[in-house]
């Protein structure tokens, strides 16, 4: 019932831009908090940002001032803008919402950034 669908994924130099969109299903996206993994290889899977139905964000110091979470009510999508990305940003990202024991999780989409 619950469907959350990454894109936006690829390869980009160090410095390049991305945006991420998900487009969740199955959920009152307007109520419901967003947020954005990722996981590196070799790392533990890390919150990247969220964002509650009130449009209130957080973000990962290691991201925070090159990364930018949305929502688009309209579309029931949240989207992640990464910019100035770094070799270090390289991992699959994943969406994700409700709470425990009810999270649920996009098929994530793999970012890579190298020279």
């Known amino acids: 019932q619950v469907q959350l669908v990454e894109s936006g994924g690829g390869s980009v130099q160090p410095g390049g831009s991305l945006r991420l969109s998900c487009a969740a299903s199955?959920?009152?996206?307007?109520?419901?908090?967003m947020r954005w993994y990722r996981q590196a290889p070799g790392k533990e899977r890390e919150l990247v940002s969220s964002i509650t139905s009130g449009g209130s964000t957080i973000y990962a110091d290691s991201v925070k001032g090159r990364f930018t979470i949305s929502r688009d009510g309209a579309k029931n999508t949240v989207y992640l803008q990464m910019n100035s990305l770094k070799p270090e940003d390289t991992a699959v990202y994943y969406c994700?919402?409700?709470?425990?024991?009810?999270?649920?999780w996009g098929q994530g989409t793999q970012v890579t950034v190298s020279s």
């Open positions: 199955g959920i009152l996206f307007s109520s419901s908090a």
């Open positions: 994700n919402t409700g709470r425990l024991p009810y999270v649920y």
